[in-house]
């Protein structure tokens, strides 16, 4: 049964991914390959710092987590979760069901050193302060549009009503998380007489989860803020690396303009997450924005295709981590017994 639900995801996988890769040809087709390759032709050797510039956010966010962890008391070396951080991230950009198939992965990584409670319960946090980044980003993007953008009437409505949904989803998030998030899902899928045994084989596990995921928002809430802001931090790192490669193609694109392009970015992976990398969707979406930002549309999609190929770098590297980092088993000595 779970081979043939595994031969299923990875034809609908492989589904949306030829669904994308029609989409970006189809827009290449449209703008012409001159001018693209006339903007890739600019990048030279200096392409070196477009495929390197994503480590400082993904070291960024990896303080985070690390944080999360040393906050519960956890000793795991900061590179051991800079690795887990890469491979979840390239396993979710290849996916179809985006952070649902890298965190699982993370937690297997980090259970090689930690027990199983604290690596599932330290992802989940971390995955919520990630939420928590997105959020401040769109914020602050919004914030800045609404003053210099000519938003259309329906953008000003649409606008702050997302912002207040999301805001309203995470508060709502948290407070599931702080009652015991998987101890009342465990139930509900035990009532539905789903995996009775198994719940009931784990529910010591799943409730040892929820009382550390509730314990971290217990704590120190100069914490919190700390490691909501090195998310927040990662996320301002997107918009440094747009502008570099616009600077690199020589773009007239602003810093107010690079966040608008890191917003959209967050937005298009969110809507057309069963698109894997949301390929030919995000091209289309850059195009579109430096068309409102009075810049020739090919530019836009140019600049993500740069990305595009920064992205698969970045993937390669996951997966040599995921084949070749066999990390030796070290428990925390405070975690021994939880194991």
């Not at 009075?294 to 140019?302: S, T």
């Not at 190929?309 to 390669?316: C, M, S």
Request: aromatic share 14%; proline share 3%.
């Amino acid at each position: 049964m779970l081979m043939t639900f595994d031969k299923i995801k990875n034809k609908i996988s492989l589904f949306f991914f030829l669904i994308g890769l029609v989409l970006l040809s189809l827009l290449i087709h449209k703008v012409g390959w001159q001018p693209v390759m006339g903007q890739f032709k600019k990048l030279d050797g200096r392409i070196i710092y477009v495929f390197l510039f994503p480590a400082t956010w993904y070291f960024v966010q990896s303080l985070a987590w690390w944080r999360i962890l040393a906050d519960d008391g956890v000793r795991v070396s900061l590179l051991h979760v800079f690795l887990a951080k890469i491979t979840g991230e390239a396993i979710n950009t290849i996916t179809p069901i985006s952070f649902m198939g890298g965190d699982p992965y993370r937690v297997y990584l980090l259970q090689k050193k930690i027990s199983r409670t604290s690596s599932a319960s330290s992802v989940v946090i971390d995955r919520t302060m990630q939420f928590l980044g997105v959020f401040l980003l769109l914020f602050i993007t919004f914030c800045i549009g609404w003053f210099r953008l000519p938003l259309p009437t329906h953008w000003r409505v649409v606008f702050p009503l997302a912002i207040a949904l999301f805001f309203i989803a995470f508060a709502v998030l948290v407070a599931f998380q702080k009652k015991g998030m998987f101890s009342t899902l465990s139930r509900l899928v035990a009532r539905a007489g789903l995996q009775k045994e198994r719940i009931g084989k784990y529910a010591d596990r799943i409730l040892a989860l929820d009382k550390q995921i509730a314990v971290f928002y217990g704590k120190n809430k100069l914490h919190f803020f700390e490691i909501m802001m090195l998310q927040l931090v990662g996320r301002l790192l997107g918009a440094v690396e747009i502008y570099i490669i616009a600077w690199i193609l020589g773009m007239p694109l602003e810093i107010s303009h690079c966040l608008y392009l890191t917003s959209l970015t967050v937005l298009i992976n969110v809507v057309f997450v069963f698109i894997p990398g949301s390929m030919g969707v995000m091209e289309s979406g850059y195009g579109a924005l430096f068309h409102l930002l009075k810049i020739n549309f090919e530019y836009g999609v140019a600049l993500q295709l740069v990305r595009r190929i920064r992205t698969f770098f970045w993937i390669g590297i996951g997966l040599m981590i995921i084949l070749f980092y066999k990390p030796k088993k070290g428990i925390s000595s405070k975690l021994k017994g939880q194991r």
